[in-house]
Structures are given as structure tokens and as C-alpha cells.
């Protein structure tokens, strides 16, 4: 069994920032491929951006050049840095961890970006 816990979420200006931590633990098997989605209100899950440990990320079109997600040394914790947020932004984050074809997901954080 996987567990995901996610934490870095809250209330930010318009052009502000954001780390997303989450924290992986359990059965980690050394491939894997980890990451971001988001759910706006009335909207589907969309993808933010994956990692898969080193060999290559990706992003969606919209966070390009503003969000980057790394891996802590341990690979096990995943980051999300988000800078120059936008209100269009605001959603609950998951963190999301894929092995074996199967699916882990966080219980999520809230991030909305306001004035």
C-alpha cells in the first residue's frame, strides 16, 4: 500500500508564490513516475505536471515556465514550486504516484489564488 500526503496549500495574491510538498511512503518501488493534478469547481482532474525521478518531466501548457516540480534527494518527496500565480490557478492540488500501472492519489490542498 501507497499513502500520499500533500501539504503547502492556502491563500495567495496574484503574482504570488507556492511550494507544494507531498510526501510519499509505504510500498515505493524505485520506478515510478509522480505528480501534480488539479481540480477546479465544476471542473474535471487535469494535469499539472509529472516527474519520473530524473529521467524527464512534464508540464501542462498552462503552468510552463512558471511551475517546476522537482524530487527531494530520497526521491520520495515530490515539490511543486509555483510562482507568479494566477486567479485561474486556484484549485485543490493532487499528488498523484503511478507503479505497476497503478494509480495513488493524495487526499489534496486547496490553493486559491485572490486578492
Known amino acids: 500500500q501507497v499513502q500520499l500526503v500533500e501539504s503547502g496549500g492556502g491563500l495567495v495574491q496574484p503574482g504570488g508564490s507556492l511550494r507544494l510538498s507531498c510526501v510519499a511512503s509505504?510500498?515505493?518501488?524505485?520506478?515510478?513516475?509522480m505528480g501534480w493534478y488539479r481540480q477546479a469547481p465544476g471542473k474535471e482532474r487535469e494535469l499539472v505536471a509529472t516527474d519520473a525521478g530524473g529521467s524527464w518531466t512534464n508540464y501542462a501548457d498552462s503552468v510552463k515556465g512558471r511551475f517546476t516540480i522537482s524530487r527531494g534527494i530520497a526521491k520520495n518527496i515530490l515539490y511543486l514550486q509555483m510562482n507568479s500565480l494566477k486567479p485561474e490557478d486556484t484549485a485543490v492540488y493532487y499528488c498523484n504516484l503511478v507503479q505497476r500501472s497503478v494509480n495513488y492519489w493524495g487526499q489534496g490542498t486547496q490553493i486559491t489564488v485572490s486578492s
Open positions: 509505504g510500498n515505493i518501488l524505485s520506478i515510478n513516475v
